[in-house]
């Protein structure tokens, strides 16, 4: 699906539903992101918020053994000042150690944001160093010398980016194995978009079947890794699919997209489940219908979701219709290129700004799973027409997206990135040398 034409808000919670789909039922539930950390700190007097990334370690810069230590972030509409005042340290020494940082010129108080992590460290009772974290890059530092007076540090990593290779089989889901490997959630997710629509992650990943990705993990000076970025290269290799893609931006248009070794890209022109995390309950086909009781042809596929799943554009196209349609209940129909018309019932609501006439792109939220006109339960019913004819969207053959051979110089470069990629995944192979990378990232602050 084209998330690059979703918000930002729709972006994550998309993100979260391709998620559900993946891990199958719900095992996002209540799981944290385990950091490894290696001072325990002694924190004293009331609990206070506790971040769980790791947002400064004093053993890294040869401090005193910490005796406790507060670890908070800025609250919405609070300021720094506020902020400290909230700590169980001696006010005076907090906005002493606030003010050197703000006189050296390495804060703006009027340009912090709510989340930003602060921790105070307290030795013998007194405020030993004050450290805001401002993301993985920067930190600053306000440490306590010998005369009472606070020194303002700044600390800046200069991060390269490393490449990880990261391959293995699936047990139970590629969720649990990739976490397993230390894949990040977003990481886990871009892999599945790229391969959203030759796959569905409920039905057609079984135990067994391989997967290999790349993504860049930039580490800091000292080589430790600081966070993960992109996912350059994703294979699947299973019962259903047997395919490699590389990201690759094409520079005429500057839009990122996967490709195929030959140059084609992963997109396609309608996606097969036009929603995440749904179980297919019916199938096209003959059948007897569950409320008449005749048999007669099931024109669509049905897909068991809970009330209120979203459900996506299959592709780019015009809204012909999306208004109660007697036994399909709420309907939206969408008519794409090339004589392609899809159309999703028993919805329990429209998207947003969903009606006839609205042009809608691909992975748009066009309306949510209900139960509306002739249904038994929660469910979306999808149907594909070609020029008018019902098809099973399953089996559809769909038209590819874009074709880098259609265009010879970009080819070329296209060709000269797989190749690169191909010298990296040779490189992490065993018995040819260890993996570029093995990391633990704390969770971004
Ligand atoms: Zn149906």
Do not use: C, W
């Not at 290269?233 to 019962?239: D, I, K, M, S, W």
């Amino acid at each position: 699906m084209n998330l690059k034409a979703l918000s930002k808000g729709t972006r994550s919670l998309l993100a979260l539903v391709a998620l559900a789909g993946i891990v199958g039922l719900g095992g996002l539930a209540g799981r944290t992101l385990s950091v490894d950390s290696k001072a325990p700190s002694v924190t004293s007097g009331p609990s206070l918020p506790v971040l769980a990334a790791q947002v400064f370690d004093p053993e890294d810069y040869g401090l005193p053994a910490v005796l406790s230590r507060y670890d908070t972030t800025l609250r919405r509409r609070e300021t720094l000042s506020g902020l400290l005042d909230r700590l169980e340290v001696n006010r005076l020494e907090a906005h002493q150690a606030l003010s050197g940082l703000i006189q050296a010129g390495y804060l703006d108080p009027r340009r912090t944001l709510p989340g930003l992590a602060v921790s105070a460290h307290l030795a013998n009772g007194q405020l030993d160093t004050l450290s805001l974290n401002l993301g993985p890059e920067r930190r600053l530092m306000s440490k306590r010398m010998p005369d009472g007076t606070y020194h303002p540090i700044e600390l800046k990593a200069r991060l390269s980016r490393v490449p990880r290779v990261v391959s293995g089989t699936i047990d139970s889901s590629l969720y649990e194995t990739a976490r397993a490997q230390d894949v990040g959630d977003q990481q886990i997710v871009d892999f599945a978009q790229v391969f959203a629509y030759d796959v569905d992650f409920q039905r057609e990943v079984h135990p067994g079947d391989r997967f290999e990705m790349v993504y860049d993990v930039f580490v800091d000076e000292r080589g430790q890794p600081i966070r993960r970025g992109a996912v350059h290269y994703a294979a699947l290799h299973g019962r259903v699919t047997d395919k490699s893609f590389y990201r690759f931006t094409t520079p005429d248009d500057d839009v990122t997209d996967y490709f195929e070794a030959n140059g084609d890209s992963a997109t396609r022109f309608l996606m097969k489940t036009p929603i995440n995390g749904a179980r297919l309950s019916s199938s096209f086909g003959r059948r007897r219908h569950p409320i008449s009781g005749y048999t007669r042809l099931h024109k669509g596929t049905d897909f068991a979701a809970p009330t209120g799943t979203p459900i996506f554009a299959a592709g780019h196209g015009v809204v012909e219709r999306a208004s109660r349609y007697g036994g399909y209940g709420h309907y939206v129909r969408i008519r794409h290129a090339n004589g392609y018309k899809t159309a999703y019932a028993h919805m329990s609501r429209y998207g947003r700004g969903i009606r006839a006439g609205r042009q809608v792109r691909q992975g748009d939220i066009i309306g949510y799973v209900g139960s509306t006109g002739a249904s038994t339960g929660p469910h979306l019913h999808y149907e594909v027409y070609v020029h008018g004819e019902p098809v099973n969207a399953m089996r559809l053959k769909l038209p590819t997206g874009r074709k880098l051979s259609m265009a010879p110089e970009m080819l070329e470069m296209f060709l000269q990135v797989r190749d690169d990629m191909d010298a990296v995944r040779a490189a992490a192979r065993p018995p040819a040398g260890p993996a570029l990378v093995s990391e633990v990232i704390p969770p971004a602050p």
